[in-house]
């Protein structure tokens, strides 16, 4: 398999997160609903009761199923992508907007303020050869079209940051986001076809029925435009990554986080990892997908695949310890890839911390 080859050296898409929920609770101001609401729903074990739950597959249907899903607790559209600029310098991003419901009926009430769902949008740019992480995150409610979601065109925004479908044949996308002069225009346009995640698009986190969610991708989109860093506009091309994914429940009794990885190799193959890390092992339904570039698929589970935390790195503004580099072994493909930050900070701080950023593979 060329991906296990030596001498490679790839700049791989896109982003790993390592998100611990036991220490995201102690971050979270709770007099605030959307900041509750974000660390409350990753780790929510009894969500009220009205919410569909991801129990079974399901048939999707596209581009219906890239709009908003609101019988369900949480959902986000999560773009992630690397970039280079026409004089040489590397920019990853990533542009999520989460959809958070506080109700699964509509709330009845004269107030235009008062609305049954809360957005929550993130956006950054990896400025690879400065080190510097620029990031920024927004909240709104669908109130005097301040956030939302709307059909035909599909557009998925927080004022003026914005997830639009523009051509749902050619599965072509504008994502757009700017704060305190940072900020990126891009169009990208998909280069593989959308692909059903877990067991038909029903991505499973436990053993616990429902504890799943309805997760697709398009692995692989060309990205063209422009990002602006302070102080200058470059323009860039690139490579992205896209996941949408609903649930009403993420994680199980002693699942304490995950590690998410989304790769996308020089010999054209993509990859999707995540571990689920319970307090002393890896949870059996940790999940893993192969893309090789012929479009054959091989369904990763948790003994067939070995990740193994080479080096730390702790954030000097939170104390959290994150691991820094990784051992990734494929024993079934030959494969045995190191992962690496192109930089250590790229620490998300603000209503919950976590790690997320560029990496690149050998």
């Known amino acids: 398999m060329p991906c296990a080859s030596s001498s490679m050296r790839?700049?791989?898409?896109?982003?790993?997160?390592?998100?611990?929920?036991?220490?995201?609770?102690?971050?979270?101001?709770?007099?605030?609903?959307?900041?509750?609401?974000?660390?409350?729903?990753?780790?929510?074990?009894?969500?009220?009761?009205?919410?569909?739950?991801?129990?079974?597959?399901?048939?999707?249907?596209?581009?219906?199923?890239?709009s908003a899903h609101p019988r369900f607790r949480s959902e986000w559209w999560y773009f992630t992508g690397n970039t280079t600029s026409t004089t040489g310098k590397a920019f990853g991003f990533q542009v999520t907007i989460f959809r958070f419901a506080l109700s699964p009926q509509r709330i009845a009430s004269r107030s235009k303020w008062r609305r049954s769902s809360i957005y929550l949008g993130h956006f950054a740019i990896s400025d690879i050869d400065a080190g510097i992480f620029h990031h920024f995150e927004r909240r709104g409610r669908p109130a005097l079209d301040l956030a939302g979601t709307r059909d035909n065109p599909?557009?998925?925004?927080?004022?003026?940051?914005?997830?639009?479908?523009?051509?749902?044949?050619?599965?072509?996308?504008?994502?757009?986001?700017?704060?305190?002069?940072?900020?990126?225009?891009?169009?990208?346009?998909?280069?593989?076809?959308?692909?059903?995640?877990?067991?038909?698009?029903?991505?499973?986190?436990?053993?616990?029925?429902?504890?799943?969610?309805?997760?697709?991708?398009?692995?692989?989109?060309?990205?063209?435009?422009?990002?602006?860093?302070?102080?200058?506009?470059?323009?860039?091309?690139?490579?992205?990554?896209?996941?949408?994914?609903?649930?009403?429940s993420a994680l199980a009794e002693g699942q304490l986080g995950w590690d998410w990885f989304s790769l996308q190799l020089d010999d054209g193959s993509d990859l999707m990892l995540y571990q689920i890390r319970n307090r002393n092992h890896i949870d059996p339904a940790s999940h893993g997908l192969l893309l090789q570039a012929n479009g054959v698929r091989t369904e990763l589970d948790s003994q067939a695949?070995?990740?193994?935390?080479?080096?730390?790195?702790?954030?000097?503004?939170?104390?959290?310890?994150?691991?820094?580099?990784?051992?990734l072994t494929i024993p079934?493909?030959?494969?045995?890839?190191?992962?690496?930050?192109?930089?250590?900070?790229?620490?998300?701080?603000?209503?919950?911390?976590?790690?997320?950023?560029?990496?690149e593979v050998s």
């Open 154 to 248: 599909l557009r998925i925004w927080i004022r003026d940051w914005a997830i639009e479908l523009t051509d749902p044949d050619t599965e072509s996308w504008r994502i757009t986001a700017r704060e305190a002069g940072v900020g990126l225009d891009l169009t990208l346009r998909a280069q593989r076809p959308v692909t059903l995640q877990g067991d038909r698009g029903l991505s499973t986190k436990s053993a616990q029925a429902g504890n799943a969610s309805y997760y697709y991708s398009i692995p692989r989109l060309a990205a063209v435009g422009t990002i602006e860093t302070p102080g200058a506009v470059h323009h860039i091309r690139g490579s992205a990554w896209f996941d949408h994914e609903w649930s009403t």
């Open 10 to 66: 790839s700049l791989c898409v896109l982003f790993i997160v390592a998100l611990a929920c036991m220490g995201i609770a102690t971050k979270i101001n709770t007099k605030s609903p959307a900041r509750t609401g974000v660390a409350h729903l990753l780790t929510e074990r009894d969500p009220p009761a009205g919410f569909a739950t991801a129990r079974r597959p399901r048939t999707f249907e596209f581009p219906a199923d890239h």
């Open 332 to 359: 079934e493909h030959d494969a045995v890839l190191t992962v690496t930050p192109r930089f250590p900070d790229q620490e998300w701080r603000k209503s919950f911390t976590y790690w997320e950023g560029a990496v």
């Open 305 to 327: 695949i070995q990740l193994t935390v080479e080096r730390h790195w702790r954030s000097p503004a939170s104390g959290v310890r994150y691991p820094a580099r990784w051992r």
